[in-house]
């Protein structure tokens, strides 16, 4: 498919007889594509094999040890690079021509991830075993009913996954309770859209090699109950997204830097990219970092059209490239929210005022006040929170001079006071953040007191010197 790039992970274990016969299919699809092998520690004579393969193949991985399909998959991901990732069994169960019709919602917009399903339309099917059936059907009902989704085939091997979603995720099954804990994760992104494609399906039995059983069924049942039931260990990106729709709160922080951003922006710590509507002008060149791969790549994804805006890799903590004309001339610096996440945050503020041209000004927000340090600072990897003198001391010790600072968000401490100190909650709540918009307005007016206190500190800060 023109413009997007396949990359196709095939976990291997013990298929001699099946293995390059695949790879010949896979190769015969008319597609941009990559194709990846994991060998899962094969024993019946397949690793004689990859000689004939190293040409046919883009990278073959081997695992000392036997491991399962999940594990084969998790490392197969870390070589993806790809627009669009797939999985393929290396038997001649699934037919790879059908790799067009799995691409297409992706490829038109309708969808992140798309299923294959064995249950769906017309296309033809080896007869087998009605048992196998049942469970199939039983294990993605009860999948079904923990995601609320309407899958046909939670146990499909071909899902397909736009690669920035997939690397989102982190696979802890090692064998074949990969299939619903990767759909109960996909299920809690918010805003993923999953499709179903029909597909044809040319099962084999047990004297065919086939190595899933009644094992792995029960175990299916416990992953689907075990996942289902957690909540996503990403506190800081689920938070994110809860916030992503608030916009009167960015829109009412960026209130308080009005008329103080340049033509040359840089964004430290761009996360999802909630903040980028509230400053994005195709006058402005624009660049959103941020030192966590994963969010760099939504970024791009939903960014690439604009082309005042590029992407860059920035880790506060670590030292930058030696040689970078893209961040050259950068009049604004936007931090929100980040600096408290660094464990060396003086180191942080050095690095930040070499990224700043001479008299260029630093937007700088943190949270506000260490003894309101609860829970949820913790769930969120908060080092710390500040009080303004401390926070305005620092600044001045690393060359800034002091432009502005004030409290902001007085009604929201005593909301994190009351849920983060007094019910010990471990992270912002959709109740929260519904009581916060719902008071919005009057916060907005306790903020016009200038009370010495709140749940975060703006401050404007101007490159002085260089240091």
Not at 108 to 124: C, I, K, T
Not at 402 to 411: A, D, G, M, V
Not at 434 to 453: A, E, I, M, V
């Amino acid at each position: 498919m023109i413009g997007m790039k396949l990359s196709i992970i095939i976990p291997v274990y013990n298929e001699r007889h099946t293995l390059l016969k695949l790879i010949e299919r896979v190769r015969k699809v008319n597609i941009d594509k990559e194709i990846i092998i994991v060998d899962d520690c094969s024993t019946d004579g397949t690793t004689e094999i990859y000689p004939d393969l190293e040409d046919m193949v883009d990278k073959i991985v081997f695992h000392e040890k036997n491991m399962g399909k999940g594990a084969a998959i998790r490392t197969g991901i870390q070589y993806v690079t790809g627009d669009v990732t797939i999985i393929q069994d290396a038997d001649l169960e699934y037919d790879p021509e059908e790799y067009h019709t799995l691409i297409r919602p992706i490829q038109d917009g309708n969808a992140d991830v798309v299923y294959g399903s064995r249950f769906l339309g017309g296309n033809a099917h080896r007869v087998l075993f009605f048992w196998h059936m049942v469970g199939n059907r039983f294990l993605t009902l009860l999948s079904n009913m923990f995601t609320n989704l309407t899958l046909t085939d939670m146990e499909t091997c071909y899902k397909m996954f736009r690669t920035d979603i997939i690397k989102q995720i982190t696979i802890e099954q090692n064998r074949f309770g990969f299939e619903p804990e990767i759909t109960a994760k996909l299920a809690k992104i918010k805003g993923i859209r999953f499709f179903e494609v029909g597909i044809s399906y040319n099962g084999r039995g047990y004297e065919d090699g086939k190595k899933i059983g009644y094992k792995d069924g029960f175990n299916a049942i416990w992953c689907i109950l075990k996942y289902a039931s957690r909540r996503p260990k990403d506190t800081g990106k689920r938070t994110l997204c809860l916030l992503k729709d608030f916009s009167a709160y960015t829109q009412l922080i960026f209130s308080k830097f009005e008329g103080h951003i340049g033509s040359k922006v840089l964004e430290v710590g761009s996360g999802i990219g909630n903040n980028l509507p509230y400053f994005n002008d195709p006058n402005r060149t624009i660049i959103l970092s941020d030192c966590r791969e994963d969010y760099l790549e939504m970024l791009e994804n939903t960014t690439a059209k604009e082309e005042n805006i590029s992407t860059h890799m920035i880790d506060l903590e670590k030292p930058l490239p030696d040689c970078c004309e893209q961040l050259n001339g950068i009049d604004t610096i936007i931090c929100f929210n980040v600096l408290e996440h660094v464990k060396n945050d003086s180191a942080a503020l050095s690095t930040v005022h070499d990224l700043l041209s001479e008299n260029g000004i630093l937007l700088l927000l943190v949270p506000a006040h260490q003894a309101l340090f609860c829970r949820i600072d913790k769930e969120l990897e908060h080092h710390r929170r500040y009080v303004r003198k401390q926070l305005e001391n620092a600044l001045i010790d690393h060359g800034f001079e002091i432009i502005q600072t004030s409290y902001f968000n007085s009604l929201g401490a005593i909301g994190w006071f009351i849920f983060g100190k007094i019910f010990r909650s471990s992270s912002v709540s959709p109740l929260c953040v519904r009581l916060q918009s719902k008071t919005l307005c009057f916060s907005k007016l306790l903020d016009c007191l200038r009370l010495p206190f709140g749940l975060s500190i703006c401050c404007i800060a101007k490159k002085k010197r260089t240091l």
